[in-house]
Each structure stands twice: as C-alpha cells, then as structure tokens.
C-alpha cells in the first residue's frame, strides 16, 4: 500500500483515504457482551462504486496546511493530492466530533478563499 493514497470516484465525487485501518473490527458493547464487526472501508468504498471512475490518488509530500489549531478535531485541512498527471486539493473536515473524517475535492481558487475566510474569523476570537 502507498502510504497516504486515496481513491476518487470521479462520478459521485467521493474520496476514501486508503488506511492500514480500513479493515479494523469495530466492537459493540451489548449488554456485558463484546460483540466484534468486521468491516473494510475500502471494500465497501469500491462495491458502492464498482461501475464508477475509480481513480487512485496520492498525497503530494509536504503540500498540506491546517486551519485552526492542532489540537482542535474539528479543524478543517486541505492536502495537495495527484493522480500522476493533474493536481488537485481535498478539503479534510468532519461535520460532529462523533463522525468519521471526511474529504471533498475542491478547487484551488476555493482553498485560498477559505484559508483567508478562517483565518480572520480566528483572529475576531482572540
């Protein structure tokens, strides 16, 4: 696996970051009893898209910056990724502390608007 790959579905506009995790059991509580659920993110990823685009993404070393700060979960991040031939920007985000992370294709145009936006919005907090 390369590390920091994502895959993109160029039809639905959906991306997955392909992790070391994605086939981690997750375990829910009933009762006193432990049950454990197997899943894979990444297979559920390509079945939902298996008649899409699917296209396989790489993060470009060293072209990411976040907003807000470090500690924040709800921060929002932007990482440069290619496919080898075009260059785009994903939009890191979660919409509530209980979701998972979710990335966004966007526009370059769209990442410096929003870096401006936020970061004067930080700096009427202070």
Not at 95 to 118: F, G
């Amino acid at each position: 696996m390369i590390p920091d790959q994502f895959l993109y579905c160029r039809i639905c506009n959906e991306v997955h970051h392909v992790t070391p995790f994605d086939s981690a059991p997750r375990y829910d509580l009933e009762g006193l009893t432990v049950r454990e659920i197997f899943i894979d993110d990444r297979r559920q990823f390509i079945d939902r898209h298996f008649d899409h685009e699917i296209e396989k993404l790489r993060r470009v070393t060293g072209n990411h910056f976040t907003i807000g700060r470090l500690i924040d979960p709800m921060k929002v991040g932007y990482v440069e990724v290619t496919n080898g031939k075009e260059f785009f920007i994903l939009r890191i985000s979660r919409s509530s502390i209980a979701d998972p992370v979710s990335y966004q294709m966007i526009s370059r145009q769209m990442t410096l608007w929003e870096a401006t936006k936020e970061g004067r919005e930080d700096e009427s907090q202070r």
